[in-house]
Antibody
């Protein structure tokens, strides 16, 4: 069974650095073709893709947040860490991590969508 | 960046009716890398459709997806009470993997 769970502070002050951890089970980030993505959702608003970290340490960030975001992994602990610097009240949101995998049919391989999500963790940026 | 526009914003229907949700992309979505997610209040999104037309695991066959290029549709035949939720489309072929703004499917 595959599960993901986000954890971290519930309240962060403006200008501080936010660190969130996604702890997962049922798959390994050392397996070729595996990625863990981050998505957030401000209260009452739509989902926003933040970025993704792959098994080979390749990363993709949302251009609007790239200067403030860093993803790292600790494969031995089955964790992916999101670090966001200089937070602002507009960063108040529920933050989700999700699994993305590559599927191959014969010689053709393709990455899938975000197939399994964590429950999300609520982060409020307020002084 | 590919912008996804969903319509309508809100769809009011009764159980047993048919729902048709639309997702239009600002540029062609490669290899039909288009997914639909269902999100109920206070819950994480759940994958419903991937590859534009493939049902995810445990999704009933009243859900179907279609489309290619820039125009995609999620159809739910014979709405059940548990189908009322917010639905998001997402393109995952070109980073950043953007989402639409969502369609709220509500009980009439």
């Amino acid at each position: 069974q595959i599960t993901l769970k986000e954890s971290g502070p519930t309240v962060v002050k403006p200008t501080q650095t936010l660190t969130l951890t996604c702890t997962f089970s049922g798959f390994s980030l050392t397996t070729s073709g595996v990625g863990v993505g981050w998505i957030r959702q401000p209260p009452g608003k739509a989902l926003e893709f933040l970025g993704i970290l792959y098994w080979d340490d390749d990363k993709r960030y949302s251009p609007s947040l790239e200067s403030r975001l860093t993803f790292t992994k600790d494969a031995s602990k089955n964790q992916v860490i999101l670090t966001m610097t200089d937070v602002d009240p507009v960063d108040t949101a529920t933050y989700f991590c999700a699994l993305r995998r590559r599927y191959c049919s014969g010689v053709r391989c393709q990455f899938g969508s975000f197939e399994i999500w964590g429950q999300g963790t609520v982060v409020t940026v307020s002084s | 960046e590919i912008v996804l526009t969903q319509s309508p914003g809100t769809l009011s229907l009764s159980p047993g009716e048919r729902a048709t949700l639309s997702c239009r992309a600002s540029q062609s979505v490669s290899v039909s890398n288009l997914a639909w997610y269902q999100q109920k209040s206070g819950q994480a999104p759940r994958l419903v459709i991937y590859g534009a037309s493939n049902r995810a695991a445990d999704i009933p066959d009243r859900f179907s997806g279609s489309g290619s290029g820039t125009d995609f549709t999620l159809t739910i035949t014979r709405l059940e009470p548990e189908d009322f939720a917010v639905y998001y489309c997402q393109q995952y072929g070109s980073s950043p993997y953007t989402f639409g703004q969502g369609t709220k499917l509500e009980i009439k």
